[in-house]
């Protein structure tokens, strides 16, 4: 699976947009990009995932850039219980089974 | 909503004992997985299982692992003679299929702590 790249941390004001960047420069075409999130200790949560095309669910937006090299996830209205670790994951579409997770973003909403 | 169950929240053991910890997947999923995650540190893979055969297994889940789904509701993470180091949070999931863009739902996690 392609290595993702985020920032270790990012500040948000509640009720504004939170735009969470990922780098993955390596991917490749039959890989989407999916995107978790961890509040404190509970499990990962799924939020979204995309392979080239902008998707959009209740929770947050996934914009892909047309080389696929980057991504950005929006919350469009950060509330405080969105303060959580937010994980980009690249992996195949078919055949390898487990989430490799890295660092992710540690996502604060401030009030 | 249907979610993943985990049992216990809470575990605490003595080194060298064993320990059985117990999820119970969404009904109509197929593939099951543990991942675990030590304090302050990433959420890693251990293994994971379909059609009752371990599918996947990384260099942590060695001989002192092993998993089973002994009906058909419950699926178990066995550590056998539990170290130190086996103190974390694990997290069960699944998911309906594997192949494709599906989803893994996680449970709420066991902390287990090693004496």
């Known amino acids: 699976d392609a290595k993702t790249t985020q920032p270790t941390s990012m500040d948000c004001a509640e009720g504004r947009a939170a735009n969470l960047p990922c780098n993955h420069s390596?991917?490749?075409?039959?890989?989407?990009v999916y995107w978790y999130r961890q509040i404190h200790s509970q499990g990962p949560q799924y939020i979204i995932h995309g392979l080239k095309n902008n998707e959009t669910n209740e929770m947050a937006s996934l914009i892909i850039t047309e080389d696929r090299k980057s991504s950005t996830l929006i919350l469009p209205h950060a509330t405080l219980r969105d303060t959580a670790v937010y994980y980009c994951i690249v992996r195949v579409s078919r055949g390898a089974q487990k989430l490799v997770f890295g660092q992710g973003t540690r996502l604060t909403i401030n009030p | 909503e249907p979610e993943v169950t985990q049992t216990p929240s809470h575990q605490v053991t003595q080194m060298g004992q064993e320990v059985i910890l117990r999820c119970v997947p969404i009904?109509?999923?197929?593939?099951f997985y543990w991942y675990r995650q030590i304090l302050g540190q990433k959420v890693e893979f251990l293994v994971s299982f379909y059609n009752n055969e371990i599918s996947e297994k990384s260099e942590i889940f060695d001989d002192q692992f092993s998993v089973e789904r002994p009906d058909g509701s419950n699926f178990t993470l066995k550590i056998r003679s539990t170290k130190l180091e086996d103190s974390a949070m694990y997290f069960c999931?699944?998911?309906?299929?594997?192949?494709?863009?599906?989803?893994?739902?996680f449970g709420p996690g066991t902390r287990l702590t090693v004496l």
């Open positions: 009904s109509n999923h197929l593939y």
């Open positions: 999931a699944s998911s309906e299929r594997v192949a494709g863009n599906n989803e893994q739902f």
């Open positions: 390596t991917i490749s075409g039959n890989e989407y």
